[in-house]
Antibody
């Protein structure tokens, strides 16, 4: 059973960097698939942030690309998100999820999500 | 950016009836279209991928159709647990976008 679990600070100050980690269990990241981050502001819809392949290739939402870094640590079976220069508009529930080209890049497994609030 | 437009924003349907949700892409996404169900406080759940293939464990009452720019999710006989928000999502050359969602509520 594949499971994903987000972790990181729930409160980040404006202009600082948001950092989250997604721990994967039940599947080895190095075996394949794409691993992504998606966010959802309170009461709003879903926004793709970016994805990373197990090899380290990254793909980012153009609207966030200048502020986003996604990395993978296969030794710990986890991947991470860094979002710099945050503002209140970055307040959201952040999800990590798995996708594959066989599923036409749909996300089949999701973490439970973690709320990150940007506030001083 | 490919914009995904879902309609209607809210759909009121009685249990046991059929629900039809629509998703339109601003340009062709071929069959790279997925549907998700999201309930309050939960992560989205994958229902359909490749526009028409049900994900593992998804009941047969859920079906998807369409290609190019016009897509439909049909729930043939609504159960109480189906009332939720539904999102479509497209993939095109490493640009992934979601629709704004359709809220399916009990009539």
């Amino acid at each position: 059973q594949v499971q994903l679990q987000e972790s990181g600070p729930g409160l980040v100050k404006p202009s600082e960097t948001l950092s989250l980690t997604c721990a994967v269990s039940g599947y080895s990241i190095s075996s394949g698939y794409y691993w992504g981050w998606i966010r959802q502001p309170p009461g709003k819809g879903l926004e793709w942030i970016g994805s990373i392949y197990h090899s380290g290739s990254t793909y980012y939402n153009p609207s966030l690309k200048s502020r986003v870094t996604i990395s993978v640590d296969t030794s710990k079976n986890q991947f991470s998100l860094k979002l710099s220069s945050v503002t209140a508009a970055d307040t959201a529930v952040y999800y990590c999820a798995r996708a594959s080209q066989w599923l036409r890049h749909a996300f089949d497994y999701w973490g439970q999500g973690t709320l990150v609030t940007v506030s001083s | 950016e490919i914009v995904m437009t879902q309609s209607p924003a809210t759909l009121s349907v009685s249990p046991g009836e059929r629900a039809t949700l629509s998703c339109r892409a601003s340009q062709s996404v071929s069959s790279n279209l997925a549907w998700y169900q999201q309930k309050p406080g939960q992560a989205p759940r994958l229902l359909i991928y490749g526009a028409s293939t049900r994900a593992t464990g998804i009941p047969a009452r859920f079906s998807g159709s369409g290609s190019g720019t016009e897509f439909t999710l049909t729930i043939s006989s609504l159960q109480s647990e189906d009332f939720a928000v539904y999102y479509c999502q497209q993939y095109n050359n490493w640009q992934i976008t979601f629709g704004q969602g359709t809220r399916l509520e009990i009539k």
